[in-house]
């Protein structure tokens, strides 16, 4: 198990940028493979972006790639996400999620932060 807390959402206009954070809790953050999430009203949550352990792998949903970066510090425990060019169909909360291995299904992640509230404004 490992607490994890985003931060770094808020609104912004369309073709802007924000970067969001996931900061995590425990002794082996290294060790685990990250994603990033997202779920607007009414809809399925949805995978966004992926991270393995040493960041060299970094899979992108189709909706996102060319806009968004993710990135991962081990040494300060800590996933990002960089969203630029945005558009009003990234408002979403935002949640980043821990697992075993690299993966973009949901049920492959054993452990989610709270979210984030992204809202991007045309």
């Known amino acids: 198990q490992v607490l994890l807390v985003e931060s770094g959402g808020g609104l912004v206009q369309a073709g802007g940028s924000l970067r969001l954070s996931c900061a995590a809790s425990?002794?082996?953050?290294?060790?685990?493979?990250m994603g990033w999430f997202r779920q607007a009203p009414g809809m399925e949550r949805e995978f966004v972006v992926a991270?393995?352990?040493?960041?060299?792998?970094?899979p992108y949903a189709d909706s996102v790639k060319g806009r968004f970066t993710i990135s991962r510090d081990n040494a300060k425990n800590t996933v990002y996400l960089q969203m630029n060019s945005l558009k009003s169909e990234d408002t979403a909360v935002y949640y980043c999620?821990?697992?075993?291995?690299?993966?973009?299904?949901?049920?492959?992640?054993?452990?989610w932060g709270q979210g984030t509230q992204v809202t991007v404004s045309s």
């Open positions: 999620a821990a697992g075993n291995f690299i993966s973009a299904r949901r049920s492959d992640y054993d452990d």
């Open positions: 991270i393995s352990r040493s960041g060299g792998r970094t």
């Open positions: 425990g002794r082996t953050f290294s060790s685990y493979a």
